[in-house]
């Protein structure tokens, strides 16, 4: 017997109203997926406020990097994290922007140039670029190093468990042999894995020939029996540490670090080709402070502070000025310093273009099977 | 009636399943909960870097986090959009329970089904919309868009939890305050919202959770200087997540439960007749 | 605000529709409208998208690589569901009835371990269920088998980790069902000489309908998009559909494709809501 009050629905309509009216905008601004807030680089206006934001992997600086930056130049630094490449590509092409300096892999610095995410470098404003050694500048995806400047590099090989199953010859055959069944592990990466399978049967990690795809495809549906599992490559380190692995498919610098734990255990870079990868330092589109950021990656590229950002990764230093101060206990380790006929045998991933969604999908496919 | 037999609330049970029986399920269950939990704690005093490979005893870790400033803004990130996000979105899910609870006003599949669809979506799929409805308003990325994601997202769960304590509920009660002349905020405050508070409270603790550790919307929906603790941790992946995560997980496990066990006074209902 | 039947709109109801009326519409719904634009859309090589009309996306998942996984996923979701039910259920009773003035505090206790990153409780798993691990030390120790076994990065271990993360979506609105349950109800079917179990099959578990629907709601939906737990504690060889969608956000940048499997995701789903809940009782949960 409660009284109710009747009100215009009209009260209520104007509320959905509103969402009808910001549903009306959207549909209007949706059609520019792609907005990177405006202009590119630094032009105009007043000096740059003393910030910079800085995107990149979690752990990937070294504890002194960062304060020595703002020591030297009173810059204030914030660091937020990504976790993946496409991660970040999907947040800036949804129009995330903030950030000064990103650090994406090498194919990925090709795709954001080719979408426009990223901007060009001023390189007047890097002296420290020319610490970069020849074999690391120039690559496939940025050939005249316009957007990109590298960070680390390393490789993608196989660690193995040396005393248990001796020392293994320098091929990917291994890891599809019967014998280590339920042992092994591959990279949970599209690319490396399927390039591990077009490495093996001769072709390049870059194919785009559907036949020389279907042929990968037969491969690696054949080693999935074999296979623990599709791991990431800090996922495989721990268990081919403890015994559970005795071949694990790895980036090189979770290599290294288990190398130095375990001397028990062997990394190769196998034959005929492998991969090499490169992350680097880019400036997307939209950056509030250019300058500041130019600074950054100047300051990266230093030989001391270069130096000290790969003994504390494990990962390869591009910087030739740098070498001399990379720790020895480092350098001793196997793999880490290659000799020039193995360095000839690793090819760069670069981006397949149109091929990418059948690369996908094929992955998807063995993965599922 | 109750006195009628004299075993009252003691001795409700299965039939055939003795008391002990639950218990034993229910420390099972509890234990299955914190197996891992046990482990991680393990592992927060391990001598290197690993969370799986035991190497030795050792408290770096502790002192790394009391020294590793990026944790701490990460962590304080993540219990404020936590607690403010938890703290709209009770309140506004138990006024959609309430209201949806009645029956048949117009709109009401509508609303039903809006509600259902909000848990049904792909994270991805809710973290890029959000990006891209959020950038073409122009509304700056930061911790508001995070709290808000948060919002929109846990709203259905805490409606959801508060209706099935509505549904079959004696609302009688209520009609009989309003008779008596109580007005409607009075009833809502000293009627209804005794009755339904256990409902409430799980659907807070539910979307505080969901807040606590969520990566996927946060990541696409953050601005600069706006990290929170998963995205953090997930960025670790890369090079393995370091035992720091872990030590500061068992601070926090500790800390609640002391808060818990110690702060039992509030905690412990008085025994109902 | 009593429970008046009727389609009467009272300033009261519109009042407390309001917020969430606002809040979902224009931070989910619109949202929504933009991924339904995009699936009809056509995604550009690198990502992006080219709105139109392309209906090609949807016929896209009709290839039986996709089918299977969403046939999959759907299975290990009805699977986690029930077995969350079977283990959500006897612990949320025994709170709210054993439970007595510790209630408050249990609860919470269920929760507490989920206030840790899934990340490195997944990894913990993997040093349970590992070759050397507790799991299989401790079968061998009791006799029970000689040699371990594959118990991580296998269909089975994604199951129970789904389980494991899922259990509080269940426990949580089963134990605000099963509180508002009034004892004296019990004792007086008990008193009318019903055997205990008679008591709770056909008082105390009807009762807790609602709790068991909404629970069951809370595990299924987001269990078909989960995607974390299958990497994790499944090697990636479990392939569900989460995996998928996130695939074609990320790696494939096929935001389009994407967009469509999200949809129909969506509708499928929905569509299992409103039949289950149909099904159950349309009073049971007031209202559909």
């Known amino acids: 017997m409660s009284r109710e009050k009747r009100i215009s629905r009209g009260a209520f309509l104007k509320a959905m109203g509103a969402a009808g009216v910001a549903g009306s905008t959207l549909s209007v601004l949706a059609c520019q997926p792609n907005t990177s807030a405006t202009g590119g680089g630094g032009g105009g206006g007043g000096p740059e406020e003393k910030k910079l934001n800085l995107y990149n992997w979690a752990d990937y600086v070294a504890k002194s990097t960062i304060p020595s930056f703002e020591q030297k130049t009173g810059i204030q630094v914030t660091q937020d994290f990504y976790s993946s490449n496409e991660d970040l590509l999907a947040k800036l092409q949804a129009g995330g922007t903030g950030y000064d300096v990103i650090v994406p892999s090498d194919y990925m610095v090709a795709i954001m140039a080719k979408s426009d995410v990223i901007q060009k470098l001023d390189k007047s404003k890097i002296p420290n670029a020319k610490n970069v050694g020849k074999e690391y500048e120039g690559l496939s995806y940025d050939p005249n190093n316009e957007y990109s400047l590298p960070y680390q590099w390393g490789t993608t090989g196989i660690l193995y468990n040396k005393k248990e199953i001796g020392q293994l010859d320098e091929s990917w055959d291994p890891m599809w042999d019967p014998q280590f069944e339920g042992k092994v592990a591959m990279l949970n990466d599209t690319r490396e894995t399927l390039g591990a399978a077009l490495y093996k049967l001769g072709y390049s990690v870059n194919a785009t020939d559907q036949e020389q795809l279907d042929e990968a495809r037969a491969e690696l549906i054949e080693q999935k029996p074999l296979l623990s599992g599709y791991f990431d490559s800090t996922e495989s380190r721990p268990l081919v540490l403890n015994g559970d692995l005795l071949l694990g498919h790895v980036f090189s610098g979770d290599a290294f670090l288990a190398l130095s734990e375990n001397d028990d255990l062997d990394y190769v870079v196998p034959k005929p080709a492998a991969t090499r990868w490169t992350d680097n330092m880019c400036i997307p589109n939209g950056a509030q402070h250019p300058e500041n950021a130019h600074k950054f990656i100047n300051h990266i590229l230093d030989a001391g502070v270069g130096a000290k950002l790969s003994n504390y990764t494990y990962y390869n230093t591009p910087n030739a000025a740098a070498l001399p101060k990379i720790d020895e206990a480092l350098r001793k380790l196997s793999g880490y310093v290659l000799p020039d006929k193995v360095f000839k045998r690793l090819e760069v991933i670069e981006d397949t273009g149109e091929a990418t969604r059948e690369y996908e999908r094929i992955f998807t496919e063995v993965k599922s099977s | ?273 | 605000m009593g429970g008046g039947k009727g389609h009467g709109w009272s300033l009261g109801l519109a009042g407390l529709l309001a917020p969430v009326t606002i809040w979902l519409g224009l931070f989910f719904l619109v949202p929504l409208l933009l991924i339904l634009a995009y699936s009809f859309g056509t995604s550009g090589i690198y990502g992006g998208i080219t709105l139109g009309f392309n209906p090609g996306n949807y016929l896209k998942v009709f290839d039986p690589l996709y089918l299977e996984i969403i046939g999959r996923t759907f299975f290990i979701a009805a699977l986690n569901t029930l077995l969350c039910l079977a283990l959500g259920y006897p612990l949320a009773y025994f709170i709210v009835f054993k439970g007595r003035r510790w209630r408050n505090a249990l609860v919470l206790l269920v929760m507490v371990p989920f206030w840790t990153s899934l990340l490195i409780r997944a990894y913990a798993w993997v040093v349970i269920l590992g070759g050397n691990g507790i799991a299989n030390r401790t079968l061998q120790f009791l006799g029970i088998t000689d040699e371990p076994l594959t118990l991580i990065f296998t269909p089975e271990a994604v199951l129970m980790g789904m389980v494991y993360s899922y259990l509080p979506f269940m426990i949580l609105p089963l134990y605000a069902a099963l509180e508002k349950f009034d004892t004296r109800l019990k004792e007086a079917a008990q008193d009318l000489g019903a055997s205990r179990w008679h008591t709770f099959w056909r008082v105390t578990f009807p009762l807790s309908l609602p709790g068991v629907i909404a629970g069951s709601i809370l595990v299924f939906i987001p269990s078909a998009g989960e995607f974390v737990i299958p990497d994790l504690l499944g090697g990636s060889r479990t392939v569900m559909t989460g995996n998928l969608i996130q695939n074609q956000f990320l790696q494939a940048r096929d935001w389009a494709f994407g967009s469509a499997l999200s949809v129909l995701l969506a509708v499928l789903l929905l569509g299992a809501i409103m039949f289950y809940v149909r099904r159950v009782g349309t009073d049971k949960l007031g209202g559909i």
């Open chain 2, 1 to 273: 009636m109750a006195a009628a037999t004299g075993k009252t609330t003691g001795r409700t049970g299965l039939r055939g399943t003795p008391d002990w029986a639950l218990l034993l399920g229910a420390g099972f269950v509890y234990l299955f909960l914190y197996a891992p939990i046990l482990v991680l704690m393990f592992f927060s005093f391990n001598s290197t870097r690993s969370t799986q490979v035991w190497t030795g005893f050792s408290l770096e870790w502790y002192g790394e986090l009391l020294r590793d400033q990026s944790v701490h803004d990460a962590f304080r990130t993540s219990l404020i959009v936590g607690v403010v996000a938890t703290a709209i979105a009770t309140v506004i899910g138990t006024f959609a329970a309430l209201a949806l609870s009645r029956h048949g006003f117009r709109g009401q599949t509508f609303a039903d089904t809006t509600i259902y669809a909000a848990t049904v979506m792909p994270e991805i799929v809710v973290g890029v919309s959000l990006l891209v409805f959020f950038v073409a308003i122009q509304f700056t990325l930061g911790i508001t868009t995070i709290i808000i994601a948060h919002v929109a997202f846990t709203i259905s769960f805490v409606t959801i939890v508060v209706r099935a304590r509505l549904s079959g509920m004696d609302r009688s009660i209520e009609e009989a305050a309003q008779d008596l002349g109580a007005s409607p905020v009075q009833t809502f405050l000293r009627v209804t919202l005794p009755l339904i508070l256990p409902g409430v409270m799980a659907g807070a603790l539910l979307a505080f959770t969901l807040s606590f550790d969520d990566f996927v919307i946060t990541f696409f929906v953050s601005g600069v200087g706006s990290s929170t603790l998963p995205l953090k941790i997930y960025s670790m992946i890369k090079f393995g997540v370091s035992p720091v995560i872990n030590a500061l997980s068992t601070v926090v496990l500790v800390a609640t439960m002391l808060l818990i066990f110690g702060g039992s006074r509030i905690l412990v209902k008085k025994e109902d007749a």
